[in-house]
């Protein structure tokens, strides 16, 4: 039978999200249901219910930082049982049959993997995120959160965490290597944390000074400020992988002035606007631009037990779900060290 879910819900572009109700799906025989215990925020969710990434259907429920209990399980299912720690990330479903998903590689599915939110589902209906109490996902897209990583942090993983791990354990981040990251969000402070501990020199580059404690603090090694003319000069040439995490227009032909021989440039923020690359840029150092989205299901448990061995978890701000209003604007003027998290007990 179905479970009916509390949520909080956009109803249009430009109306603030409220709460409702909404119906998850039959617990199918490789289904779990998962009591939702904290969902993150992250900057998509804004995007999304705002327009900006293109037209959605509303009402409509984001969230795709979740963490929970698992409280039922389908017949077949053999991975979980109830009680279980779990988590559920940005895609809850891929086709199975292309070359990317058979490789493993489900977050790049050709046919469009199956969003946790905005997405049409299996049943025809469209996919309903984390916003919510409750939520029923196939056993194979659900995580196994390790008992370390505190429950109300380990949410901002499941997108935050693997879209910073997965570029940095591509482009073999390490012992030797030289890493800027771009920004210092909710991205960006996990992408320090993760660089670090990989055993990567790490620099971040961020608009101003105003969190080089915290920086430090999470493992960086250098801190400069964008704002300042000099710090282009002073970092030419200098880097092996530049993860640039911020989700605004940046002058990409600055940042790729960076690179040493042979770096790479990626971007995980996902600006509504294109970022315009100059080829002269690029063959100057034999630089490359590229990008990253999110990892596969395998990958984000491996980055969940990474993140279990070192210790790491996000910075956080726990709120109620009536506040996730106020929290959007907070998230778009920066106001938040790092990321905001929901306790869905208050839905």
Not at 112 to 128: A, E, F, K, L
Not at 159 to 188: D, E
């Amino acid at each position: 039978m179905t479970t009916t879910a509390r949520a909080y819900a956009a109803t249009s572009a430009t109306e603030p999200l409220i709460a409702t109700t909404i119906e998850r799906r039959d617990v199918g025989p490789r289904d779990v249901l998962i009591d939702i215990a904290y969902s993150g925020v992250c900057h998509s969710d804004i995007h999304t219910v705002r327009g900006e990434w293109g037209p959605i259907t509303y009402p409509q429920v984001v969230g795709h930082e979740i963490v929970g209990t698992v409280s039922e399980v389908g017949a077949d299912v053999t991975r979980y049982a109830v009680g279980d720690r779990v988590g559920v990330g940005c895609m809850v479903n891929s086709c199975r049959e292309c070359v990317n998903c058979l490789a493993g590689m489900e977050n790049y599915c050709l046919k469009g993997n199956t969003q946790t939110y905005t997405s049409i589902d299996r049943d025809g209906t469209v996919t309903q995120g984390g916003y919510s109490t409750h939520v029923v996902v196939t056993e194979d897209f659900v995580l196994r959160v390790p008992e370390s990583i505190p429950f109300e942090a380990a949410a901002p993983l499941l997108c935050a965490g693997i879209t910073t791990y997965s570029p940095l354990a591509h482009w073999n981040a390490g012992p030797g290597t030289k890493v800027a990251v771009v920004g210092m969000g909710g991205l960006g402070h996990l992408a320090v944390k993760i660089a670090h501990a990989m055993g990567a020199e790490v620099t971040v580059l961020s608009q101003s000074l105003s969190k080089q404690d915290d920086g430090l603090r999470f493992g960086a090694d250098h801190y400069y400020a964008t704002s300042d003319a000099t710090t282009f000069d002073t970092l030419a040439n200098t880097f092996d992988l530049v993860v640039n995490t911020v989700s605004a227009p940046v002058d990409i032909q600055a940042y790729l002035s960076l690179l040493r021989l042979d770096g790479t440039i990626v971007n995980v923020g996902a600006p509504a606007e294109p970022l315009p690359v100059s080829v002269f840029a690029l063959m100057g150092n034999r630089r490359s631009f590229a990008a990253s989205g999110i990892g596969s299901i395998s990958e984000t448990q491996e980055m969940l037990d990474f993140c279990a061995e070192h210790n790491i978890s996000p910075e956080i701000e726990l709120i109620a779900a009536a506040d996730i209003n106020a929290a959007y604007e907070r998230v778009l003027t920066s106001d938040v060290r790092y990321r905001f998290v929901i306790d869905a007990s208050t839905i």
